[in-house]
């Protein structure tokens, strides 16, 4: 019987290990985010019809970009969220987590692919496969940058 209660001690205690060691991970991964600071700032919005995009690029100095993004598409809730990605080339490919009207609690994400041409960025569509509840581009498949709705002229930015 000592030999049980002895192993749920020992049990507990590796948990308690283990969550510390998992806070410990998270305060490291914080601060390295905290320390890669915005090199440049770029706005940007594009009209098409009765939609609007308004997106706010930040390029790091690790030479990887965030940013924010709000969809206002013609009789559907908006789209409110955060861009993170890289350059590779001339083409920007993102991850765009955002929210959809009030739903608060439910948040999606997808791959999107921007190629920028001068002052301008062009949203690209391409074919998105899903897999294990991750959405992304399927490999071998071109992602079109011609016949699109979407083409973001640079804007300046608004403070908030």
Same mark, same amino acid.
């Given at each position: 019987m000592k030999n049980i209660g002895l192993f749920f001690v020992?049990?507990?205690?590796?948990?308690f290990e283990s969550c510390k $060691? $998992? #806070? #410990?991970?998270? #305060?490291t991964k914080a601060a390295k985010i905290e320390t890669d600071t915005i090199v440049s700032t770029a706005c940007y919005k594009a009209i098409y019809e009765n939609d609007t995009i308004d997106l706010k690029v930040n390029t790091l100095q690790s030479g990887n970009v965030s940013g924010n993004m709000l969809m206002k598409v013609f009789k559907m809730p908006s789209k409110v969220g955060e861009i993170s990605g890289q350059f590779h080339g001339d083409t920007l490919f993102a991850s765009y987590t955002f929210i959809e009207g009030t739903n608060e609690k439910k948040t999606f994400k997808n791959p999107m692919a921007f190629l920028k041409k001068e002052d301008e960025l062009i949203l690209g569509n391409g074919q998105i496969e899903t897999s294990m509840g991750a959405s992304y581009f399927v490999k071998g498949e071109p992602i079109d940058f011609d016949r699109v709705k979407y083409k973001f002229s640079t804007v300046d930015c608004e403070e908030k």
């Open positions: 020992l049990l507990v205690c590796i948990s $060691n $998992n #806070e #410990e991970k998270k #305060e």
